[in-house]
């Protein structure tokens, strides 16, 4: 084929291409993305994106906030504010936007190493004071891009780099945690759940107070290759047959493992006041209780300064308990 008759064929194909129905959400020009064949983030990402739109959000209020890892490239990838911090600071990063503005509503997608490991304390506060903000956390039982560590996330037996014999440490329960911890709404879903995984973020951004949402994802690079459980879609099998959905089941009962049967669903989903809803409750009551103090000594500090200006008819009056006369000391 002539030049220019590749120069024509790739117009036509430009014309013809059409945009694709997340542009208004998705940074394409940052495309394609760094992750593997098999990975489930893409996944995630998507259900986001799909979630944000189902729920009519307004995307000027939205705002992600990551931390470091495979996870953390998420907020580079949404056409919404977003912030890449620093290694599991994501939680206290956004906590600093929410206080600073209660209006946006803030996202943490991050990983499990990031979230529950480096900022697993930030994680459990954040929950315990019930700050409005959903944090997504993506498990794949490893720490992802820096290298294939054991996490506190990893099954107990299963490889990483540093437990080449296998984790001999019991893993973290995560929804267990974080309803613990005071979480207002609790999930688990798996990358192949995605319906019901759109569903529940659409809920999440629509709730006031501390949404928690762990997707249980997989990692073939890493976690899978190590112990030889095949590629991304063995792991989709894997989720298919053994997974469990039961919404409303204790949390308790969530542990989980990388090969047997485990519980996904909407675990918790209650209601109580948000940290800015009792801020704002106390703010009430004190200045209720000091309104009438201030006004109190308002009034008596302009009553004193009246009374050093009075002139000495008025004064002699006040002290006669008689009223002062009219006009009386003026000139
Ligand atoms: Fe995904 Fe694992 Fe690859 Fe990271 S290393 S992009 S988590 S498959
Ligand atoms: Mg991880």
């Known amino acids: 084929m002539k030049g220019a008759d590749i120069d024509v064929l790739s117009n036509e194909v430009e014309s013809e291409q059409q945009d694709h129905p997340m542009d208004s959400i998705l940074r394409m020009d940052r495309m394609p993305h760094i992750w593997c064949p098999g990975c489930g983030l893409g996944t995630v990402v998507s259900c986001f994106a799909a979630a944000a739109d189902e729920c009519g959000m307004d995307y000027d209020r939205m705002c992600v906030v990551s931390g470091i890892g495979c996870t953390g490239r998420v ?135 501390f949404s928690f949402l762990e997707i249980i994802s997989p990692c073939p690079t890493l976690f899978m290759r190590r112990n030889k459980m095949g590629d991304g879609v063995n792991m989709m099998r894997h989720f298919k047959e053994d997974r469990v959905i039961e919404h409303g089941a204790d949390p308790r009962d969530a542990d989980i493992d990388a090969t047997g049967k485990f519980l996904v669903g909407e675990f918790l989903d209650i209601e109580r006041p948000t940290y800015i809803d009792s801020y704002r409750d106390m703010v009430e009551r004190i200045s209720i209780k000091t309104a009438p103090k201030a006004e109190k000594k308002s009034a008596e500090s302009v009553q004193s300064k009246a009374k050093k200006k009075a002139p000495s008819g008025e004064k002699d009056a006040e002290k006669s308990g008689e009223p002062a006369l009219a006009g009386a000391g003026q000139s």
């Open 75 to 209: 907020a580079g990838y949404l056409q919404l504010d977003g912030y890449h911090t620093t290694h599991g600071r994501a939680i206290p990063f956004a906590t600093g936007l929410h206080l600073a503005n209660p209006d946006l509503k803030i996202t943490v997608v991050s990983g499990d190493g990031d979230l529950v490991a480096i900022g697993g304390n930030h994680l459990i506060h954040a929950a315990r004071r019930n700050l409005d903000m959903v944090v997504i956390c993506v498990n794949n039982f490893i720490y992802g891009m820096t290298g294939g560590q054991v996490a506190p996330t990893t099954p107990e037996g299963m490889k990483a780099t540093t437990s080449p014999f296998g984790c001999l440490e019991r893993p973290f329960n995560l929804p267990y945690l974080a309803a613990s911890s005071g979480a207002t709404l609790v999930a688990r879903w798996t990358t192949l759940d995605v319906r019901r995984m759109v569903k529940t973020f659409a809920k999440a951004f629509q709730k006031k107070g």
